[in-house]
């Protein structure tokens, strides 16, 4: 009863029907009489939704003529296509990314520039982003801390569920434990590209050396940006990583700007974009492995619902030494 006073319905069906069968005859006349009304509430219950739905739907067939709608089309025919000769469906279709590994392939091939449109790149980090949000939902979840399971005779009513720890086809995102990302940084990684949140607009950096070393030992990193002459950008500091969100913070010990370009960006300010934008920000890491890492921004509290934000997502490729 207990069960059934805080709503865990499931628990209490299963005791009324073990003490159902018990020899004391009070208890086993009070069970089976505790069960029929729980049963009848739940039957109630759902007879009480069925009719509500029903009677909603009714009201709308009424109210906007639906049930007749078929009188006015007797000599009509409805000849929907699809011009598949048009550029911008063809667009579409051609961009449309199906899984996770097909998106990864995707970044790799995007290595220089032309090879994959920008369109089907940011179709590409777009898939990636929704599954590791899924999967962060889901991880968030299930840490939410459970009602204690509910024991008769020294077992648990309720079978566990089973554990995520499945095994994972290979066209599925496999979301890494911030330990796991830690231990991936280790490294030299160059900067690809930077895409935006929505739309077509990338950035490529494969001709030039814009990279980042990640020590994870000491949690420190060190980036250049050098460019012609006319521009270095060198930074060093601290890192680290929140556990549960994936995000990467980045304490700035010292930067250096040298060349025309370096002191343009010392008096405009503007050091939030580009290179310096990608790496002095927060970042949250959405993929790392063997060969790439997948970042995206972390906008302010003004910017979390826009999706115009330049420069979202960024594609490093790691450099062997």
Not at 56 to 65: E, Q, S, V, Y
Not at 195 to 203: I, L, T, W, Y
Not at 233 to 238: D, E
Request: glycine share 6%.
């Amino acid at each position: 009863m207990a069960y059934e006073a805080v709503g865990r319905t499931e628990e209490a069906c299963q005791v009324y029907t073990t003490l159902s069968d018990c020899r004391m005859e009070d208890v086993k006349y009070n069970a089976k009489r505790l069960l029929y009304g729980l049963q009848a509430m739940e039957m109630m219950r759902s007879v009480s939704s069925d009719f509500s739905r029903k009677k909603t739907k009714n009201a709308f067939i009424d109210a906007t003529g639906l049930a007749n709608i078929a009188s006015n089309f007797d000599d009509v025919y409805q000849t929907a296509y699809v011009d598949l000769d048009n550029g911008y469906y063809k667009k579409l279709t051609e961009s449309v990314v199906r899984s996770s590994r097909e998106a990864r392939q995707i970044l790799i091939q995007s290595s220089v520039k032309g090879k994959i449109t920008r369109t089907r790149i940011v179709q590409a980090l777009r898939f990636l982003s929704r599954q590791f949000d899924d999967l962060l939902r889901m991880e968030l979840t299930s840490s939410i801390k459970k009602e204690p399971t509910a024991y008769l005779n020294g077992k648990p009513i309720i079978k566990e569920s089973s554990s995520s720890n499945d095994v994972i086809s290979l066209s599925d995102f496999n979301l890494l434990s911030a330990d796991e990302m830690i231990e991936n940084l280790e490294g030299e990684w160059r900067l690809q590209l930077l895409a935006d949140k929505q739309g077509d607009g990338v950035s490529y950096f494969n001709t030039s050396a814009a990279t980042q070393i990640f020590s994870t030992n000491d949690m420190t990193f060190s980036a250049s940006y050098p460019e012609n002459g006319l521009f270095d950008f060198i930074c060093s500091g601290k890192i680290d990583m929140e556990d549960t969100k994936r995000i990467l913070s980045k304490k700035v010990i010292e930067t250096s700007n040298s060349g025309v370009r370096g002191f343009v960006s010392l008096i405009s300010g503007k050091r939030d974009s580009g290179f310096s934008g990608s790496v002095s920000r927060q970042q949250q890491i959405i993929s790392v492995d063997s060969l790439l890492m997948i970042t995206r921004g972390v906008p302010g509290p003004s910017r979390e619902k826009s999706n115009t934000e330049k420069e979202y997502f960024a594609v490093w490729r790691r450099i062997d030494t």
